[in-house]
């Protein structure tokens, strides 16, 4: 019978055994809106959080009456803004107007970022990614947790856990004394029309649920002081070194870590196919059992599942909502432009 998970709000910290994997590259953007320091660890959700969830709604009803086509004013009225003031919002959030920005939400810009799905995992191993490096000012680096450890739930593993603002919402992140091992979405980020994980006010404590169910036997301990840096590396901002570092810790099946690993070979500005990462891994008929894996990635927007695409350009599933799917990579777009 497992032993009752902790969750508390103090605990001296366990350290874990992990055995070191390879070491790869992730990329993230920088936010260069209002900047995240120790004060973001408060439980409110921050500016960045309130400017999405104004997009998130924009991008669901832009979606929902793509055959219509909605014009600026039709948008901002939605959303409950003048033009004026939804176009200022949209831009201090994506960096372009949105209308350059509807532009990344097309099947057309789907199949874009897949031109060379076949090859870009491929590719990522001959520039040499499999090693250390850096990518956009980030450096990212990751260990996988023994097959053990990953069978014993967690067990004699202590992670701290805090809720932040991020340019997708408030997000919640976990830590161990190794690195970061979740980074999930826990704000009211699905407009209606749009399926997917709840996370609203009461859904803070699902999103805590969800991410503790994958580690059922640790003692999670509320610290967003501790996990406050780790979330300025990703989206940048004060308090963020330069250049940014992570390390990342992998917890998953021997199956889950290899799909995890190859998602981080992903570059931005590409996309590839869940048929394509089951090929690179040498399991050419198992694409089902890779967008399961995909579905159970802890660690969202730093291991990046939001760029695996179905073949056809559709966007095929995301743990945390379509919406913010959408907004992610077209946020990403707007960076690399």
Not at 307 to 327: E, F, I, M, N, P
Request: charged share 20%; hydrophobic share 40%; proline share 5%.
């Amino acid at each position: 019978m497992r032993p009752k998970q902790q969750i508390e709000r103090l605990s001296d910290s366990i350290g874990s055994d992990c055995a070191p994997g390879g070491v790869d590259i992730s990329e993230a953007g920088t936010w260069s809106g209002r900047g995240t320091t120790g004060a973001l660890a408060a439980a409110a959700p921050g500016a960045r959080a309130r400017d999405y969830s104004v997009v998130a709604k924009a991008i669901a009803y832009i979606t929902e009456h793509s055959t219509q086509q909605p014009g600026l004013e039709e948008i901002a009225r939605h959303v409950g803004l003048s033009a004026f003031h939804f176009q200022r919002l949209f831009t201090r959030w994506a960096g372009i107007s949105p209308k350059a920005f509807l532009q990344t939400l097309t099947v057309d810009h789907a199949r874009y970022l897949l031109r060379h799905s076949a090859s870009v995992l491929d590719t990522a191993y001959e520039v040499g990614l499999s090693g250390p490096g850096r990518l956009h000012d980030l450096f990212v680096s990751y260990e996988a947790m023994s097959p053990g450890d990953y069978k014993s739930g967690g067990s004699g593993l202590a992670m701290r856990y805090g809720y932040h603002d991020s340019p997708f919402g408030v997000c919640l992140a976990v830590v161990t004394e190794r690195g970061l091992a979740g980074l999930a979405f826990a704000d009211d980020h699905e407009p209606d029309g749009f399926a997917g994980h709840c996370a609203c006010e009461n859904g803070r404590a699902a999103a805590l649920a969800d991410m503790a169910g994958r580690w059922p036997n640790a003692q999670l301990v509320e610290d967003p002081v501790a996990t406050a840096p780790h979330v300025a590396a990703i989206f940048g901002g004060e308090g963020a070194e330069t250049p940014r570092k992570l390390d990342v810790v992998l917890i998953g099946t021997e199956f889950d870590v290899s799909v995890w690993r190859t998602l981080l070979r992903i570059p931005r500005g590409f996309a590839t196919s869940y048929s394509d990462i089951a090929r690179h891994i040498g399991r050419p008929g198992a694409a089902r059992a890779v967008g399961s894996a995909v579905g159970r990635n802890p660690v969202s927007f730093v291991v990046p599942c939001h760029r695996v695409l179905r073949k056809s350009g559709a966007l095929g599933g995301y743990h945390w909502g379509l919406a913010r799917k959408q907004a992610i990579i077209g946020w990403e777009a707007a960076v690399a432009a």
